[in-house]
T-cell receptor, first 113, second 117 residues
């Protein structure tokens, strides 16, 4: 699976949009971009995933560049409860060994009051 | 629906002692994972089960670690004997499994924090 690069930490003011970048310049055409987050003392939580098109759900939006070499996770109105480590993961698919998630070190997002 | 349940949440043992962790996945989830998470790092896969079959255990240190998933539901991860370096959080996750069409996202339990002294 392609390797991802994320900044180790970011701050965001409460109520503002949090934009978390991820670089995956070696991504292959059949690989998906997944985002998970891990709040302190909890297990990781699925946020969103995408292949080529931008995606939006009740938690966040995912913007993938046209060349697919980078993406941005957007939390439109960050709250204190969004403080967590955010992991960007590239995954080949959802069957067999591709089902595995390979986590990096992620980005520690701190939402400030 | 109930989430992934793990117990115990915390465990402190002396080195060379055995320890076991238990996981109950979400009902109907065929795939079960055990991950190890060291402080400040992301989780690392130890073993993946498809129903009762361990299909990926290449990262499991088999000299001291063992796992089982009898009847394809609950799972137990054991360490015997524990070493100081085994201090970490052990996470269990489950997913629906099957083939294609769905994101097959993994749902994680809260983890067991192991401290070996």
């Amino acid at each position: 699976d392609a390797k991802t690069t994320q900044p180790p930490s970011m701050d965001c003011a409460e109520g503002r949009a949090a934009n978390l970048p991820c670089n995956h310049s070696t991504i292959s055409g059949n690989e998906y971009v997944y985002w998970y987050r891990q709040i302190h003392s909890q297990g990781p939580q699925y946020i969103i995933h995408g292949l080529k098109n931008n995606e939006t759900n009740e938690m966040a939006s995912l913007i993938i560049t046209e060349d697919r070499k980078s993406s941005t996770l957007i939390l439109p109105h960050a709250t204190l409860r969004d403080t967590a480590v955010y992991y960007c993961i590239v995954r080949r698919g959802t069957t067999g060994s591709a089902r595995q998630l390979t986590f990096g070190s992620g980005t520690q997002l701190t939402v400030l009051p | 629906e109930a989430g992934v349940v793990q117990s115990p949440r915390y465990k402190i043992i002396e080195k060379k002692q055995p320890v076991a962790f238990w996981c109950n996945p979400i009902s109907g989830h065929n795939t079960l994972y055990w991950y190890l998470q060291n402080l400040g790092q992301g989780p690392e896969l130890l073993i993946r089960y498809e129903n009762e079959e361990a299909v990926d255990d290449s990262q499991l240190p088999k000299d001291r670690f063992s796992a089982e998933r009898l009847k394809g539901v609950d799972s137990t991860l054991k360490i015997q004997p524990a070493e100081l370096g085994d201090s970490a959080v052990y996470l269990c996750a489950s997913s629906r499994g099957g083939r294609g069409g769905r994101s097959d996202e993994q749902y994680f339990g809260p983890g067991t924090r192991l401290t070996v002294t």
